[in-house]
C-alpha cells in the first residue's frame, strides 16, 4: 500500500470509522489494557477523476492487488491497541505524539504492532494508564519490544500525519495535508501525501 502513496497523491479515508471502538473477543492471559484489535481490512482504490482532480477513494475489504490492501489500527485512549503483524501493511492515525511499537506477545510468540493511546497532555490520567500499561507489559515479561517510534519526529512537518508498520517490521511515517474537495465530490476533505518517510526507530528497547 506504501508504494501508491506518491507525493501529491489525493485519497479519502474515514478516520472516525477507522477509530471506532474495538467489537472483537480478546484472548486470555492479555496483558493489562491491552486491546486486540479485529481485522479492518481496507483498500485503496483507483483514482477518480472529479473536476479536473484525481482522488483515490478507500473502502472496507481487499482489494485484487495486495499493494492496494491494508489494515487499520486504531488509537484507543488510554489502552494499548494492538493487531498482529502478519502479511498486510498496518496504517494508524492521525498521530499527535503517541509512540508506535513492534512487539512480541510472549505467550504466543506472534509479533505485533501497538499503538499507546496516550493524550496531549502528559499529566491526563488516560496518557498515565496507556504509559503504565505498557511497563507493567514490559516489566511482567508478557511482551519483548522489538522496535518503536514516535511518527511525529520523522520527516518533515506536516499538517497531519499516519503511520504504518510493514510485514517485514519496517516502520513509516505519512506525512499528509487536508485539501478541499474537487468541485462535485461533497463529503469530507481529501488527504494529500506530502512524503512517506522510514523510520529507524528505538530498538531494542521502550520508550517508556
Known amino acids: 500500500m506504501l508504494t501508491k502513496l506518491v507525493p501529491n497523491l489525493l485519497f479519502r479515508f474515514d478516520t472516525q470509522y477507522g477509530n471506532r471502538p474495538a467489537t472483537g473477543q480478546q484472548p486470555p492471559n492479555q496483558p493489562f489494557n491491552f486491546v486486540r484489535v479485529e481485522d479492518r481490512r481496507f483498500k485503496l482504490r483507483h483514482p477518480v477523476s472529479v473536476g479536473g482532480q484525481s482522488v483515490s477513494p478507500t473502502a472496507a475489504g481487499n482489494h485484487i492487488n495486495p499493494e492496494r490492501n491494508f489494515k487499520w489500527l486504531p488509537w484507543i485512549l488510554g489502552k494499548v491497541a494492538y493487531v498482529p503483524l502478519r502479511t498486510t501493511t498496518v496504517v494508524t492515525g492521525e498521530m499527535s505524539g503517541c509512540w508506535l511499537i513492534i512487539f512480541r506477545l510472549n505467550a504466543t510468540g506472534q509479533v505485533c504492532f501497538g499503538h499507546i493511546g496516550t493524550f496531549q497532555d502528559s499529566s491526563h490520567s488516560d496518557t498515565k494508564e496507556a504509559i503504565q500499561a505498557w511497563k507493567i507489559a514490559v516489566r511482567s515479561g508478557q511482551i519483548t519490544p522489538i522496535r518503536a517510534f514516535n511518527p ?23 506525512g499528509l495535508d487536508r485539501v478541499m474537495a474537487p468541485p462535485g465530490f461533497p463529503g469530507a476533505m481529501p488527504y494529500k501525501v506530502i512524503h512517506v518517510t522510514h523510520a529507524v526507530g528505538v530498538g531494542p528497547g521502550t520508550p517508556y
Open 152 to 174: 511525529i519526529t520523522v520527516g518533515p512537518n506536516t499538517p497531519k500525519t499516519f503511520a504504518a508498520a510493514t510485514a517485514a517490521q519496517e516502520l513509516y511515517t505519512i
